[in-house]
C-alpha cells in the first residue's frame, strides 16, 4: 500500500522537488496546499539536521500540481547511502515521474558567489558510496550520461532567461559530509572540473534514475568552499545564505512550471 497516494486523493502531481538546506520557505509559493508530514508515512526516512522542517506540501506552482519535500534525510546521518530509497519509491508509487533535486552547496569558483544558483549539468561521486550496492539484478547497472535531463536543463535555462535571474551551469561534487571539506579536498575538487560541493543529491539522483525517474538538479550556492579566498564554511552560514536564495528559487520554479 502506498501511503502517500491515499493522502494525495485526487491530487496527482507528476513533478516532486525535494528543497534542500534552508530552502523550506519555497513551498509558501504553493497553492491550495495540503499538507502531510514525513512522520504520517510510514518507512519515510524523517532529517535529523536542523533546516528540514520534514512535510510535504502538495498543491499548484505556476499553473503545475506539484508535490514539494521540505528536507531530505542524508545519508551522513546514518552511514546508509541509500536513505532516501524508500521516499523516492513512494513518490513513484504515488505517480510522480520527474524529480527536481535542490540544495545548498559551497562554490568551487570564485567568480560563482554566494546567493548564486546552479543548474546541475552533471555529477561527480566522491563519497566512496553507491546507494544501488547490495541490490541485484543487471537493473542496477544504471547509465548515468544524462542524468540531469537535458530537456529539463533547457526549460530551466529558459525560465531563468525569462525571470531575468543569473543560472550558473556546472558539475556537483559530492562530499559524505558531515564535516566541511579540507582546503587540499578542495583544491582537488577544483583540478577534477567541478564547480560546486555538496553533502546530498547525488545519491538521490542515482535512485531516481535506477527507478525510471527524470531528475533535474539545482543549488543554492551558499559559501565559497574551504581555503577560497580564505573561506571558512559553516552550516550556520549554509543555513542564513540558502534562505536568502528563496525568493529567487520560487520565480525560478514558478516560471519553469507556468512553461516559460
Ligand atoms: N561544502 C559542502 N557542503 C556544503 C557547503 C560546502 O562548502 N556549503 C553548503 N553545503
Known amino acids: 500500500m502506498n ?6 486523493g485526487r491530487r496527482a502531481p507528476k513533478t516532486a522537488i525535494i528543497l534542500g538546506s534552508s530552502l523550506g520557505p519555497v513551498a509558501a509559493a504553493v497553492g491550495d496546499p495540503l499538507i502531510i508530514p514525513y512522520t504520517d508515512l510510514p518507512d519515510f526516512p524523517v532529517p535529523r539536521v536542523s533546516g528540514h522542517a520534514g512535510r510535504i506540501v502538495v498543491g499548484r506552482l505556476g ?8 528536507g531530505r534525510a542524508h545519508p551522513y546521518e546514518s552511514g546508509n547511502a541509500a536513505v532516501m530509497r524508500p521516499a523516492i519509491e513512494m513518490l513513484k508509487g504515488a505517480g510522480i515521474e520527474t524529480l527536481i533535486l535542490t540544495n545548498a552547496a559551497g562554490s568551487l569558483k570564485p ?19 553507491n546507494p544501488l550496492i547490495g541490490q541485484h539484478g543487471d537493473e542496477n547497472f544504471v547509465s548515468l550520461t544524462d542524468a540531469y535531463d537535458p530537456a529539463l536543463r533547457k526549460r530551466f535555462i529558459a525560465a531563468a532567461r525569462a525571470e531575468d535571474i543569473a543560472l550558473e551551469q556546472g558539475v556537483y561534487v ?17 583540478m577534477i572540473g567541478a564547480a560546486a560541493v555538496g553533502m546530498s543529491t547525488v545519491p538521490e539522483t542515482i535512485i531516481a534514475r535506477r527507478l525510471g525517474l527524470k531528475v533535474a538538479g539545482l543549488s543554492v550556492i551558499t559559501n565559497l568552499a574551504a581555503g577560497i579566498e580564505g573561506a571558512n564554511p559553516s552550516h550556520e552560514e549554509t543555513k542564513s545564505e540558502g534562505a536568502k536564495a528563496v525568493g529567487h528559487m520560487k520565480r525560478l520554479l514558478a516560471r519553469y512550471f507556468a512553461g516559460t
Open 3 to 8: 501511503h502517500l497516494k491515499l493522502r494525495l
Open 63 to 70: 499553473g503545475a500540481e506539484v508535490a514539494v519535500l521540505q
Open 111 to 129: 567568480a560563482i558567489r554566494a546567493g548564486s544558483l546552479m543548474l546541475i549539468t552533471d555529477h561527480i561521486n566522491y563519497s566512496g558510496m
Open 174 to 190: 559530492w562530499f559524505s559530509g558531515p564535516s566541511f571539506e579540507t582546503p587540499a579536498e578542495i583544491r582537488m575538487f577544483q
